[in-house]
Every structure is written in C-alpha cells, then in structure tokens.
C-alpha cells in the first residue's frame, strides 16, 4: 500500500511563505502525475497544482499561478509546493496524491483521477 505523508504546514500571516513537502513511500517515477489539492472547512475539495512524473511539466489553478510552484525530487520521492505571497484564501487542508492515469489538462484537476492520497498537512494564513 502506497504511502504519502505530508509536511510544511502552519500559520503564517498574509504575504508569507510556506514550503509543503510529500513523501511517497516509493518510487514516484511508478506514477504518471503528483498533484496538490486543499480543502477549507465547508468547501470541496480544490485543485491547486499537478506535475507531470516524467517530463517534469508542472500545472496550476489560477487561484495560485504565479504565486505557487511544484516541483519533484525523484531521488527523495518528494514532491514540494512552495507557497509563496499567501492570502487569506489559501488557508485549507492541504493534500498530495497520485495517480497512475495519463492525465490532460482537462482531467488532471478531477480528484478521483487519482489513486492514493496522504493525510494533509493545515495551512492557516492570517490577515
């Protein structure tokens, strides 16, 4: 069974930084996709980024393009999002998952394209 455990968490004020870590318990290089997804309190479940295992091509919702960046340690079985200018808004659960689908830009913000989530790590930003 896959494992994913999140990291990076926390309480920042608006305009800070925040750097999430995922470990997968193997080899990430065994997915086509690794993306990011939050959940605030009485929302559903939000995409925020994926990147792509093998070439490396990362995507974005618009809340958060330009502000966050994915990208992948194959070596660590890691995939980071640096948050960066934080809003109020952005504070959620924050989850990584994978999948093993060959995912468009059309389909790869579904959550249930995607085989194995962690447990998240709480983001909370104040203003």
């Known amino acids: 069974q896959v494992q994913l455990v999140e990291s990076g968490g926390g309480s920042v004020q608006a305009g800070g930084s925040l750097r999430l870590s995922c470990v997968a318990s193997?080899?990430?290089?065994?997915?086509?996709?690794m993306g990011w997804f939050r959940q605030a309190p009485g929302k559903e479940r939000e995409w925020v980024a994926s990147i792509s295992v093998v070439y490396d091509d990362p995507y974005y919702a618009d809340a958060v393009k330009g502000r966050f960046t994915i990208s992948q340690d194959n070596a660590k079985n890691t995939v980071y999002l640096q948050m960066n200018n934080l809003k109020p808004e952005d504070a959620a659960m924050y989850y990584c998952?994978?999948?093993?689908?060959?995912?468009?830009?059309?389909?790869?913000?579904?959550?249930?394209?995607?085989?194995?989530w962690g447990k998240g790590t709480q983001v909370t930003v104040s203003s």
């Open positions: 998952a994978e999948s093993s689908k060959y995912l468009s830009p059309l389909t790869l913000a579904r959550p249930v394209e995607y085989q194995y």
């Open positions: 193997e080899s990430i290089t065994y997915r086509t996709f």
